[in-house]
């Protein structure tokens, strides 16, 4: 579903990626991990269109995705979570979460003239999805008044409602209670079982190990292994570079 | 003496709300101050004094194509812009370019329609009405009202519409927005139309009232940046806020000082501010 072929990123002298390959089949969760600094999240940041490469190629559905704007990569299928959390504080709960539902009708007559069909039905979903993660009365909530395990939810539902084919991970678990986790986790649980492709970081190694299907691991901005959890978990390579054993 | 005071503040206050909330709307989106906002103004007032005073069109649809063609001429704006953000220009030199389009569109409209005070003469002088001994004439009256209007419909259009929280989202994180598909470029687009509408109504109400000139833009922009300031620069309640406060202020004003003071009163109210308060009434202060 996604092929990165010989991406390379450079911040001045700094090589933050340096020709990284890797694959991401359909249908699967790939866990991207790697010790700081390896370049995780500039992968995220040149997939979803926030920042180009200076080479190389991302290959999505088909398509050539390589330097196109953030707004037309998300309207390809890619919906990404972001390592900090990133709601739009002026807007409550229901306003962020209806944004990503369908961001067609910015489009200012179907808008104008659809305006409470639209709204009514997508804020039934909306309801019905905070009810099931218990966040329904901070609906109308300004986002920047929430605590940062419930942004960090909230800002989850919206990555997932955000129309999509594929989801990219940054870091969902970081710096949330061990209850959020477990939360966070069932919810991944779920989507995999529903055939969602996930692309996911994350620093926590039995959670990251437990729900991915594949592992790349990433060193100095170049993959250094790729494979199913079992096999990286023995990997000697991964053990030094990752793990320092 | 108070009441007609507070009333001339009132319509002072009017005036520079219009301009202020469209000026605001456009800074709070695209992050940059739009000086040229001062032209689209008074090109709205020439295209109506063109097309009703010497076309002869009827009045009603001199000022819907007015209107139409003025949130057309925003866009085209939008587009100068948008080469200049594609050459990944700062916001200095966005800043610079709108000082430089506000120079040329008003050099335009003086080759066009020459230094010469214009009228456009559709209300013929009227008897103002006496309210507990203060003076209102029935425009003055359809001015005030018709901004309250537009201020409301402007709060509805950012508060419930899909397009307003669009706005409020590109305002709040623009990559973000891109991200959840909410194309920047669009929204940048529609806050110049908007803004531009706004601004297009404010010149044709002015240009009622007042006499047109060339340069009227310039004066009203300072104005309306002034009040986009106190209010709190990009937020548009505070712009409108901003606006009826320099109304009053500089009407009050000339309680105590001769009328030649009205424009020092409110640099003296922006010094304060920038002073004591630089995020404004409204504004939240960045830590």
Redesign the interface.
Same mark, same amino acid.
């Given at each position: 579903m996604l092929r990165i072929k010989n991406l390379k990123k450079h911040f001045g002298g700094v090589k933050a990626l340096d020709g990284c390959d890797f694959e991401v089949g359909q249908k699967t969760i790939t866990a991207l991990i790697g010790p700081n600094g390896a370049g995780k999240s500039t992968v995220f940041n040149l997939v979803?269109?926030?920042m180009k490469p200076e080479s190389g190629k991302i290959v999505f559905d088909n398509k050539d995705i390589t330097g196109l704007?953030?707004?037309k990569i #998300? @309207?390809l299928g890619i919906?990404?979570l972001?390592q900090q959390t990133?709601?739009? #504080? @002026? /807007?409550t709960v229901k306003?962020n979460l209806? /944004?990503?539902l369908d @961001?067609?009708?910015?489009k200012?007559w179907k @808008? /104008?003239f659809g /305006?409470n069909k639209?709204?009514r039905k997508k804020e039934g979903k909306i309801k019905e999805t905070l009810k099931l993660i218990g966040l329904e009365k901070f609906e109308n909530i300004l986002t920047r008044d929430l605590s940062y395990g419930q942004k960090r939810l909230i800002e989850l539902l919206?990555t997932i409602l955000?129309?999509h084919k594929f989801l990219m991970l940054d870091e969902p678990v970081a710096g949330v209670t061990p209850k959020l986790r477990e939360e966070i986790a069932k919810v991944l649980l779920k989507l995999k079982q529903q055939g969602e492709t996930i692309l996911l970081i994350e620093h926590d190694m039995g959670f990251t190990l437990g729900i991915a299907d594949e592992v790349v691991v990433m060193e100095k901005g170049k993959v250094i292994a790729q494979g199913k959890p079992d096999e990286i978990k023995n990997n000697p390579e991964v053990l030094e570079a990752y793990l320092g054993e | 003496m108070f009441l007609q005071l507070l009333i001339n503040g009132l319509i002072a206050g009017a005036i520079y709300a219009l301009v202020a909330s469209g000026f605001s709307l456009i800074y709070s989106i695209c992050k940059f101050v739009h000086f040229a906002h001062g032209a689209v103004i008074a090109v709205a007032a020439y295209i109506l004094y063109a097309l009703f005073s010497l076309l002869g069109m009827n009045f009603w649809l001199a000022v819907i194509l007015t209107i139409i063609l003025i949130s057309i001429f925003g866009s085209v704006m939008n587009l100068i812009y948008k080469q200049l953000r594609k050459r990944k220009a700062s916001n200095v030199i966005l800043l610079i370019a709108s000082f430089a389009l506000l120079i040329l569109i008003e050099s335009l409209i003086l080759l066009f329609f020459g230094a010469d005070v214009k009228t456009i003469g559709f209300i013929k002088i009227a008897k103002g009405l006496e309210i507990l001994g203060a003076i209102i004439t029935p425009l003055q009256i359809f001015i005030v009202i018709s901004s309250f209007i537009l201020f409301a419909l402007l709060f509805f259009l950012m508060k419930r519409t899909k397009i307003g929280k669009a706005m409020r989202a590109v305002s709040d994180n623009k990559d973000v927005a891109e991200i959840v598909g909410i194309s920047s470029e669009r929204i940048y687009m529609w806050a110049f139309i908007i803004g531009s509408a706004i601004a297009g109504i404010g010149g044709i109400l002015i240009a009622l009232e007042q006499n047109l000139e060339p340069m009227m833009g310039t004066h009203l922009i300072i104005k309306g940046f002034t009040a986009a300031i106190i209010g709190g620069i990009g937020n548009i309640p505070g712009a409108i806020l901003g606006a009826f406060l320099l109304g009053f202020s500089e009407n009050f004003g000339i309680w105590f000082l001769p009328s030649g003071y009205k424009d020092a009163i409110a640099f003296v109210i922006l010094f304060i501010f920038l002073l004591f308060r630089p995020q404004g009434i409204l504004g939240i202060r960045k830590k």
């Open positions: 979803s269109g926030i704007r953030p707004v #998300s @309207n919906s990404r972001f990133k709601l739009f #504080s @002026n /807007l306003e209806l /944004l990503a @961001n067609e009708d910015t200012f @808008n /104008l /305006l639209i709204t919206r955000n129309p | -």
